[in-house]
């Protein structure tokens, strides 16, 4: 099972959690729970998980929980707080993959929609429709930061060959260029310092050609 699935899977379970607890009697206890859920996070990532995809799945799971709660918890498609969801589909792109943006808004417009009142008018729509057209944006979003830390990789080992470039090669032609110069006494000597400036600029040129 490929990892965007696994992830889909399980923050579709904590979107079902975050539509199940506020109707019943934990909707009281709101804050002491996102409180309770953000030390969770905080633990867990310092103590086990730092710095993994495992810390970003948490956070996305810790994040849609807390989000769908208070919204869920304040009316719903009603409540006030409803653009929360709109950042939680933008972070959920940045934080794992790009499709899970879209996977997020199917689950989210589906159970949006088996909650809805019956003989709701088309206003009571909106919210759920703005969700769809919200999450090409949001995956737009996240593939252009996944280009970002690609690019971002590029550059430190482009500067990482760079410094091995000039410490292994460079540095071995100018030591020869200073042995002969401080040994000069003909034509020999005279024969290493060109053969090693030669040497030095084809290799800076071809360092120049694979940049």
């Known amino acids: 099972m490929s990892k965007e ?10 979107m079902v959690l975050g539509f199940i607890y506020p109707k019943t009697s ?3 206890y709101e804050l002491q729970i996102s409180a309770g859920l953000f030390i969770f996070l ?5 103590m086990f ?44 792109s940045l934080i794992l993959e790009p499709v899970i943006s879209v996977t997020s808004t199917i689950a989210l417009i589906t159970f949006f929609l088996l909650n809805l009142p019956q ?6 729509l909106l919210p759920i429709i703005s969700l769809a057209f919200i999450t ?15 690019s971002k990789v ?20 100018i030591k020869n260029i200073k042995e002969a110069v401080e040994n000069y006494v003909g034509d020999h000597e005279l024969n290493i310092i060109k053969k090693s ?4 600029e084809k290799l800076i040129e071809k360092f120049e050609k694979q940049k």
Not at 5 to 14: N, R
Not at 57 to 85: D, K, M
Not at 197 to 200: G, Q
């Open 197 to 200: 400036a030669s040497r030095m």
């Open 26 to 28: 934990l909707a009281q």
């Open 154 to 173: 590029k550059s430190q080992k482009f500067q990482e060959d760079t410094f091995l470039f000039i410490s292994l090669l460079l540095k071995n032609h």
């Open 49 to 92: 998980i730092e710095k993994s995809i495992y810390s970003r799945l948490a956070e996305s799971v810790v994040f849609t929980l807390i989000v769908l709660g208070i919204v869920n918890s304040t009316g719903g498609l009603s409540s006030p707080f409803f653009f929360l969801i709109y950042f939680l589909l933008f972070s959920l």
């Open 42 to 46: 905080y633990l867990t990532k310092k």
């Open 119 to 124: 003989n709701q008018d088309i206003k009571a």
């Open 136 to 150: 090409p944006f949001a995956m737009y979003m996240g593939q252009e930061h996944i280009e970002s830390q690609k």
């Open 5 to 14: 699935i696994t992830h889909s899977l399980i923050l579709i379970l904590a």
